[in-house]
């Protein structure tokens, strides 16, 4: 057990490394200049590497370690990329970075049949579409058929990558359920675009069906099945409200009713049908098909049932108090206590009632003034004492704390203390062994969702503001440790989602600057390291680690792949300079906004006077184009009049001698996009740029790539 806690200690030492080099260049530190910022990554780039090999000839005990610096080698590519598109202001998060950032990861994938390459490999292949498809900085406007070409395409990958992994000639339990996910993800977006009739609907319901039955007969699989019933109840009830908005009447309403009516009643009859069949009374079909079954209706039923009955009484009614007070009897009365007393009843029907009892009735208390919400909480109270059910007790312990916290959160011009106050009495559960293993992790949740919103709290004093992001630092960091050592799974993966989601968190708090994050990460790391040192020699050897380090195995191949990155790095590195250095300066003006990249930290995204070719209609509308600057009377480079589109110009272009032709893309009918639209600057200078900059100094070489130099008010 201690073993596992020396690698969990690495690992998070690593991980707080990886971050505090993310932090820090993304604080884009003036201190430094653009070679004393590549000097800077490279040389981290290459350490990772130095110290995974040296791990893998001295650490022959941890494996993990060498494997685990490898991967921060992978990541820490990214960064340097990263941070060439600062230092040469190309585009925020540009679909570029990350496909040069994926292709010796996928290397390393193919190589090493390493997990984290695979994980890593996904990511960054489907941040690079995303990124293609919307871009942070300019807008691409793109049509219904296209998106859905689009959402089918992902789909039809991902669904491929599953068909690999399940027959495992891609062996990554990872890109298995990720890519299922992605791909069910796909389709039910698909299923929304506003094209091609009722095709979309179609398809999604025939595949949904289809799946269905596969995760049933052909390969049963428990996961797969609730998946696929979560997304086909969320297609039904998207499209429930979308007929909503399109025939909102009392009949629409009635019809609804009836239809949810139908489908419990339907879900009922196939239960009853099911448990006939002795063969498959207590089989793993029949224990899935239940399961699956329960989902989907409880969620179609429920949500249907209970949003027409609100619709339909407030058109009948014009009163919306009586209908909020006849609601609110009707959850406790005609949903609520039949549920919870009846003991011959349905489980489907029971999880149902259930469901739009609790619907109605958090509705409806939420409405009401006077003391109904405490009524309510006393009937779900009553409920979680008679009712020991794990999903009963998991929809009441949900709707407890919403209305609780509306409540409370009345009462007062500050949520703070209703957020402690959650904060403890949901870690109190969690610490209380008698719950079942379900509860106890839902409270963890709970606790800790409280607990990360209050270190986002900032109107309050430095040190308290700090002590409060140390305390849950502190605690998601002893949680994992107490899980791991209890053998708490579930527990460990919560504490630890909780832990990345801080870091996360913590790079867009203006509270404190990056370059201190960065500096309080890099002592964290340190610590982390140190501690799980001592742990490690403590062990006295007890536990010999097995598996031969990647790098022992495969250092010639590696070695290429590392050759290739500082390959990719030099070319971005050269291709920029000779631009900077021989490339004709124009002068051209700007209006800025700041926003901020996840990656590269703060930038200005600036929008030219010569983004927009007035008077121009381009016939294709993603070609790339070659615009023709002329300078005016004050200098400043402005649009000629002439552009040139698949080699043919717009009119007769005759050359003048202060010309310049810069390159660009069509991204509508006359807007031009040409690759200088951010400007990163150090952190928390945004408003004064915006304020002063008026102007911007680009280098355009002979080939018409630009860069943007510098800024300037005059």
């Known amino acids: 057990m201690q073993q596992n806690a020396v690698r969990l ?48 000839l001295v650490l022959k005990r941890h494996a993990f370690i060498s494997n685990w610096l490898l991967a921060a080698g992978g990541l820490a590519f ?13 585009h925020a998060d540009s679909y570029m970075l990350f496909l040069v950032w994926l292709l010796p990861n996928l290397l390393f994938a193919i190589v090493t049949k390493y997990q984290p390459f695979y994980v890593i490999s996904y990511v960054l292949a489907h ?39 399940s027959i495992e000639r891609l062996r990554s339990r990872s890109i298995y359920y990720l890519s299922f996910l992605v791909f069910q993800l796909s389709l039910f977006l698909s299923a929304f675009v506003e094209v091609y009739g009722v095709l979309p609907e179609l398809l999604y319901l025939v595949i949904g069906a289809a799946l269905f039955v596969a995760f049933l007969r052909w390969m049963p699989n428990r ?21 909503m908005g399109e025939y909102y009447s009392e009949g629409f309403f009635l019809i609804a009713l009836l239809v949810a009516a139908a489908i419990v009643w339907g879900a009922v009859a196939g239960m009853k049908w099911l448990r006939k069949q002795s063969s498959q009374q207590d089989s793993l079909w029949g224990r899935f098909i239940q399961e699956a079954f329960i989902v989907l209706v409880t969620l179609v ?31 406790v009365i005609g949903f609520i206590a039949p549920a919870v007393l009846s003991k011959s009843m349905n489980s489907t029907v029971r999880y149902t009632l259930l469901a739009m009892g609790y619907l109605l009735g958090v509705g409806s208390s939420l409405y009401l003034e006077g003391y109904a919400w405490i009524v309510f909480l006393m009937v779900l109270g009553y409920v979680w004492t008679v009712n020991g059910r794990i999903p009963v007790r998991l929809l009441t312990q949900f709707g407890f704390l919403l209305v609780l916290y509306v409540k409370l959160s009345d009462w007062g011009s500050s949520q703070e203390w209703v957020l402690w106050l959650f904060f403890v009495f949901q870690l109190a559960m969690y610490v209380v062994q008698r719950l079942p293993t379900a509860l106890q992790n839902s409270s963890l949740v709970y606790a800790l969702c409280c607990l990360l919103i209050l270190t986002e709290v900032h109107d309050r004093v430095i040190w308290l ?12 960091t002893l949680l994992a440790y107490r899980a791991l050592q209890q053998d708490r799974k579930a527990s460990f993966g919560i504490a630890l989602g909780f832990w990345f989601a801080f870091l996360l968190m913590k790079y867009y708090d203006l509270f404190w600057s990056l370059l201190h994050k960065s500096i309080s990460l890099l002592i964290l790391s340190i610590v982390f390291f140190a501690v799980s040192y001592w742990l ?15 790098f022992a195995r495969q250092r010639f191949a590696l070695a290429a792949i590392i050759v290739l990155q500082l390959l990719l790095v030099g070319y971005q590195v050269q291709s920029s300079e000779s631009i900077l250095s021989q490339g004709r300066s124009v002068k051209l003006q700007l209006a800025p906004i700041d926003p901020r990249s996840f990656l590269q930290g703060d930038y200005v995204q600036l929008n030219y006077e010569i983004s927009t070719l007035e008077q121009e209609q381009f016939s294709d509308e993603n070609a790339k184009l070659r615009v023709v600057l002329r300078p005016n009377e004050n200098g400043v480079y402005q649009y000629s009049g002439y552009y040139e589109q698949n080699d043919v110009w717009n009119k007769p272009y005759q050359e003048l001698s202060g010309d310049v032709i810069i390159n660009g893309k069509a991204i509508d009918s006359d807007r031009v996009e040409y690759g200088i639209e951010s400007y990163f600057i150090p952190e928390g200078t945004g408003q004064d740029i915006e304020r002063t900059a008026k102007f911007a100094i680009v280098r355009v070489g002979k080939k018409g790539d630009a860069l943007l130099e510098k800024l300037t008010s005059e």
């Open 536 to 550: 490690d020699r403590s062990a006295n050897g007890r536990q010999e680690e097995q598996g031969v380090p990647i």
């Open 127 to 165: 941040l690079a579409i995303w990124f293609f498809l919307d871009p942070s900085v300019i807008h691409v406007a793109l049509g219904d058929d296209w998106w859905f070409m689009v959402y089918w395409l992902i789909a039809l990958g991902n669904l491929l990558l599953f068909w690999l992994t």
């Open 9 to 56: 200690g690495y690992f998070l030492g690593i991980a707080l490394l990886l971050a505090a080099l993310f932090y820090f260049f993304a604080s884009n530190w003036p201190a430094l200049d653009r070679f004393g910022k590549i000097s800077v990554s490279v040389s981290v780039l290459l350490l990772f590497y130095l110290f995974s090999y040296v791990g893998s």
């Open 223 to 243: 996961a797969m099945l609730v998946v696929t019933a979560v997304m086909l109840a969320l297609f039904l009830i998207g499209k429930f409200f979308w007929y």
């Open 301 to 331: 039923a429920s949500s249907i049932g209970a949003i027409s009955l609100t619709g339909f009484l407030a058109l009948v009614f014009d009163d919306d108090k009586s209908v909020a007070y006849f609601l609110f009897f009707l959850s």
């Open 78 to 90: 990214g960064v340097t990329v990263a941070l060439l598109g600062q230092i040469y202001n190309s």
């Open 465 to 476: 503001q700090f002590v409060i992001n140390l305390a849950y630092f502190a605690l998601t």
